[in-house]
């Protein structure tokens, strides 16, 4: 009878744990790589609510001719229109009469300034607050410049 060359039953068996290894490896790198993905785009998407926020705040107090701040309601009014930023300790709800827009964010340190000086309430020309996300601290200032014939009726009334 004549031998057939072939392989052995320990050649077999390394082979496959060699390859189990290999598999293994594979997976484990996928996994870290799919990891590693899925939080930079929950990331992402944290910073991109933060700067919408940003965009839009900053556009509104820019188009504001009046904004005023009263028991942590930021009112906004725009032509004939009001814009209502509501801070919660959680949240901030900007409210239009179109729609609400809710920014899941942590706010601390409000503060208001008209003319420079530190308002608790009326009409206000600055706010500086800072967000916490993600164990970052961002700083946000908005300052409206109103206009000369503002500033006068301001002063006329005071």
């Known amino acids: 009878m004549k031998n057939l060359p072939a392989f052995s039953f320990p050649d077999i068996l390394v082979t496959m744990i060699i390859s189990m290894v290999v598999v293994a490896a594979s997976f484990s790198v996928f996994r870290f790589s799919y990891d590693r993905i899925f939080h930079y785009k929950s990331l992402n998407e944290d910073y991109k609510q933060l700067y919408q926020l940003y965009a ?76 916490h996300k993600g164990g970052t601290a961002l700083p946000y200032k908005f300052v409206k410049e109103y206009s000369a014939e503002m500033e006068m009726e301001l002063e006329a009334l005071n």
């Open 56 to 131: 839009i705040m900053q556009e509104d107090f820019n188009r504001a001719s009046e904004i005023s701040y009263y028991n942590n309601d930021l009112q906004m009014l725009i032509l004939t229109k009001k814009y209502n930023y509501l801070f919660d300790d959680e949240m901030i709800i900007r409210t239009t009469e179109i729609s609400n827009d809710t920014f899941f964010v942590d706010k601390q340190e409000v503060a208001m300034y008209f003319n420079r000086q530190e308002q608790s309430a009326g009409l206000i020309d600055e706010i500086n607050f800072t967000l």
